[in-house]
């Protein structure tokens, strides 16, 4: 049996990311928190302050034999616009900013060669700006921040900005879906 791996992205609410990192096959665990800020220990009012440098992020625990990290990188990819700066729809800070948050210098390789591989296929109009950069410390968010979609998917907040994500990645990645236990 393989080590597992972790893989740390930021790309918009935390809630999104979730929501499709945990239907994904080979993937363990998904943890909704903050990374890549100034303060330590911080909260949801604090970040979305937009005054901690923060971004609002997942950290996933993978099992590499079933996932690689660049099919969690490509999925990554999918579901959020890498292209517009400190902004997801209409959630705008730096809190909410595309990043891919690196746990070795492989993962730094394999998502700079994503990202000029996306680039390089036309699918995005503008230019990525998704940055790319060594995991420092991870934040878990609240527990009321854990599993949000799975809670709440009458939320309006689910329902219209989360449910389209997480239909257009089990219409692009059927076959690679968590099978129900």
Same mark, same amino acid.
């Given at each position: ?49 937009? +005054? ?13 034999? /079933?996932?690689?990290? +660049? ?74 921040? /854990? ?28 076959? +690679? ?5």
């Amino acid at each position: 049996m393989a080590d597992r791996e972790v893989a740390t992205l930021a790309g918009g609410c935390f809630w999104c990311l979730e929501a499709v990192y945990e239907q994904l096959k080979g993937v363990e665990k998904v943890v909704s928190g903050y990374m890549g800020g100034h303060l330590p220990n911080p909260g949801y009012n604090a970040v979305c302050s937009g +005054r901690t440098g923060h971004a609002e992020v997942v950290q996933v625990t993978f099992d590499p034999d /079933q996932v690689s990290y +660049r099919e969690l990188l490509e999925v990554f990819f999918t579901i959020h616009d890498p292209t517009t700066l400190n902004r997801q729809g209409a959630d705008v800070g730096t809190q909410y900013r595309s990043a891919i948050f690196t746990h070795s210098p492989e993962q730094e390789q394999t998502a700079r060669e994503v990202i000029r591989d996306v680039e390089e296929e036309g699918i995005w109009e503008n230019p990525i700006v998704t940055q790319v950069e060594p995991a420092p410390e991870f934040y878990p968010a609240e527990a009321y921040h /854990q599993q949000y979609y799975r809670r709440n998917p009458g939320q309006g907040y689910c329902q219209v900005v989360i449910a389209p994500k997480v239909s257009k990645f089990r219409q692009k990645y059927l076959s +690679r879906l968590q099978q129900p236990a």
